[in-house]
């Protein structure tokens, strides 16, 4: 399983594409059209929201689970840019018949909520939200659904419905909602071509000896149940809900990869204890290109957090760790890791349960010596800079957990394994 342990954007996609390698089914499990993985390939970059990264490899067969939140619109435009794009996705993707449909008016009611709210979350406005609130309601439309027109129609008659309650009648907005609806219904006859029992397709691969990748979405800080609170996605970010999203059971899973960056961002609202001042922090931003993926919208960016990382080693059973975009710290004389926070009640080295708390900490920082050289060509440990393995070797320590694998850059190739 690959793991976010930081506010996304770590960096899964990538790690993902180079362990597909040795699997032979790629597994989403959770989240839906607001990730945004980013593969970059010898000739061509591609940024993949619904479709697991695996999908670059030509023999693998990737499938979305019943854990995610499926944009029907989104899916099939990223499957056919795939098909045009030269990676042949045919008889390649499945989606279980179990996932929940992101409606049209799913978005509206993201984007209503937004306006509406005190706290405002600052979500990517794909309706996650809203569709997790209608699968715990018990009213939300699933992909198995499709196969049974009326039963469909009713669940969009009543949705629309509940969304008007909401919106309120007489708006221009409730037309829209009328007129997405046909587009929507003919996505769907596309859409239930799809349709297969993911966790069977797990469990038989399995049986056959082969090996299944599970890609996680997000990250740990966003997990609706552990992560920052409210400000936080509407899913299970963090490994156990791998099993519960894919169909599996969980003593199916022997390694859990934490994704780390060798610093930290975040994108969209809600506290980062160590975010740099605005002029580094503008630096850090254009040398790791770090604008999101989905919304092209500027991530917030400061140092590694160890407390986190502890954190999230914990609360994931981590494996390993996979740390990525060391090379963006090439050019620095100094590089900080958090190792503590500091609290009224005095340090503490544990990520604080009470979370009216994590906003009011001061990040504790222990200064290393930059490596001032550049990593980017670098494919083994040994010929990594001194500096550069200090700093590693501490992430190891906070973390608590070994390193297997380091990237120094965006493409398949730039990756030291450890
Ligand atoms: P939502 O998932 O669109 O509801 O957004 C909720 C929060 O999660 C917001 O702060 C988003 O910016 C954040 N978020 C959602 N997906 C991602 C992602 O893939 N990377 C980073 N942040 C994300």
Known sequence: ??????????????????????????????GGANAGHTV????????????????????KRCLIGNGVVLDAAEFL???????????NPKKRVGVSYGAHLVLPYHKILDQVSE????????????????????????????????????????????????????????ESITDSLMEDREAFLRDSDRLVEFATDVGLEIANTLADGDSVLLEGAQGTALDVDHGTYPFVTSSNTTAGAAAIGSGIGPTMIDSVTGVVKAYTTRVGNGPLPTAFEPEMDEMIRELGGEFGATTGRPRRCGWFDGV????????????????????????????YVCTGYETQHGIIEDFPADLVELGEVKPVYEMLPGWMEPTKEIRSQEDLPRAARVFLERLEEL??????????????????RF
């Open 40 to 59: 970059q390939l010898p000739d061509q970059e591609f940024i993949l929201h619904q479709i697991p990264s695996g999908i670059l490899h030509p023999d």
């Open 77 to 87: 435009r990223e499957y056919d840019a795939l098909d045009q794009r030269g990676v």
């Open 115 to 170: 306006d509406q709210a005190t706290k405002k979350i600052g979500t990517t406005g794909r309706g996650i939200g809203p569709t997790y609130e209608d699968k715990v309601g018990r009213r939300g439309l699933r992909v198995g659904d499709l196969r049974h027109p009326d039963r469909t129609n009713t669940l969009i008659e009543e949705g629309i419905a509940r969304a008007k309650s909401i919106i309120g009648e007489g």
């Open 399 to 416: 973390a608590e957990t070994s390193i297997e694998m380091v990237s120094v850059g965006p493409k398949r190739s730039q990756i030291i």
């Open 308 to 335: 986190l990382a502890k954190f999230s080693a914990r609360v994931n059973g981590l494996t390993g760790l996979a740390v990525t975009k060391l090379d963006v710290l090439d050019t620095l004389p100094e590089v």
């Open 1 to 30: 399983m690959i793991i976010g342990c930081q506010w996304g954007d770590e960096g899964k996609g990538k790690i993902v594409d180079v362990l597909a390698e040795d699997a032979q089914l790629v597994v989403r499990y959770q």
